[in-house]
């Protein structure tokens, strides 16, 4: 059973913004760093987007930098991923999991899709 379920994904347009939103249960979130991750194809390794600590200490993969943000609600428990300025080569699914990630905690991810 996945521990994170990711939401928000879908097809947008260059340039334009998806807000993801992941729910973890409150011992999973309330005990670790969080993260976005992604994976551009099958068979392609996944990425740390971004990650969040447990104080709210973040960190971006340097081609996010300054259009991503990624924010945790510590009473809903939930981590999300603001993403402006979207490109093409943003085009993955993207998961959250702790930081580091743990197997067990991988959900579906969610699909962005980025193109005209």
């Known amino acids: 059973q996945a521990q994170m379920v990711e939401s928000g994904g879908g097809l947008v347009q260059p340039g334009g913004s998806l807000r993801l939103s992941c729910a973890a249960s409150?011992?999973?979130?309330?005990?670790?760093?969080m993260a976005w991750y992604r994976q551009a194809a099958p068979g392609k390794p996944r990425e740390l987007v971004a990650?969040?600590?447990?104080?709210?200490?973040?960190n971006y993969l340097d081609s996010v930098e300054g259009r991503f943000t990624i924010s945790r609600d510590n009473e809903k428990n939930t981590v999300d991923l603001q993403m402006n300025s979207l490109k093409p080569e943003d085009t993955a699914v993207y998961y959250c999991?702790?930081?580091?990630?743990?197997?067990?905690?991988w959900g579906q991810g969610t699909q962005v899709t980025v193109s005209s």
């Open positions: 999991n702790t930081r580091p990630t743990w197997n067990a905690y």
């Open positions: 409150r011992f999973i979130f309330s005990t670790n760093d």
């Open positions: 990650s969040i600590t447990l104080g709210g200490r973040t």
